[in-house]
T-cell receptor, first 111, second 115 residues
């Protein structure tokens, strides 16, 4: 069936560099996408979201890009810090309420 | 702390026992969701409430699972006759439909281990 997925399961980044985490989706009817960060032993933490009528949205040190033509979503983290080490999930909202998550990308920040 | 809270944080039980988890949503959030997350996977939707009404249940939610939200505030998730396959993190989230995006905010989860 249709699902949200991530391109790479792991990403290693040098502290201070920018990180890019990618996500592909296949449900063209999805109209809302969210990025969550999950640290070990904790619940997912909301980072940023974007509606399908937008192609870019910026937050504090984070930017989400949406390319509906190729059904691709990315999260960019500027000046990656050790505290950014976590698992990152993209999620798609379908049917107005429930979220469908991909498997996640584990980001490790090297000192 | 005004975020979503869950209790207990950890639960170890023997196969066949019943367990109950509690979720307290963010105040004034009218929607409450339950998800299950297994190791290395993203959360999977189980069920959701709008106020006290349970509006959808996933096929993942077998007859041994029941959820309630009696007064439209806190919710409980009960698993009867637990099986080893029930071992997972059970996450609760809440949202407010009056906002523009109905963003779901998650609690810390209850980690269940069935021996």
């Amino acid at each position: 069936g249709e699902s949200v997925g991530l391109h790479l399961p792991t990403l290693s980044v040098q502290e201070g560099d920018n990180s890019i985490i990618n996500c592909a989706y296949s449900n063209s009817a999805s109209d809302y996408f969210i990025w969550y960060k999950q640290e070990s032993g904790k619940g997912p933490q909301f980072i940023i979201d974007i509606r399908s009528n937008m192609d870019k949205r910026q937050g504090q040190r984070v930017t989400v890009l949406l390319n509906k033509t190729v059904k691709h979503l990315s999260l960019q983290i500027a000046a990656t810090q050790p505290g950014d080490s976590a698992v990152y999930f993209c999620a798609e909202k379908r049917s107005g309420y429930k979220l469908s998550f991909g498997a996640g990308t584990t980001v490790t920040v090297r000192a | 702390d005004t975020g979503v809270s869950q209790d207990p944080r950890h639960k170890i039980t023997k196969r066949g026992q019943n367990v109950t988890f509690r979720c307290d949503p963010i105040s004034e959030h009218n929607r409450l969701y339950w998800y299950r997350q297994t190791l290395g996977q993203g959360p999977e939707f189980l069920t959701y409430f709008q106020n006290e009404a349970q509006l959808e249940k996933s096929r993942l939610l077998s007859d041994r699972f029941s959820a309630e939200r009696p007064k439209g505030s806190f919710s409980t998730l009960e698993i009867q006759r637990t099986e080893q396959g029930d071992s997972a993190m059970y996450l609760c989230a809440s949202s407010y439909t009056g906002g523009s995006t109905d963003t779901q905010y998650f609690g810390p989860g209850t980690r269940l281990t069935v021996l």
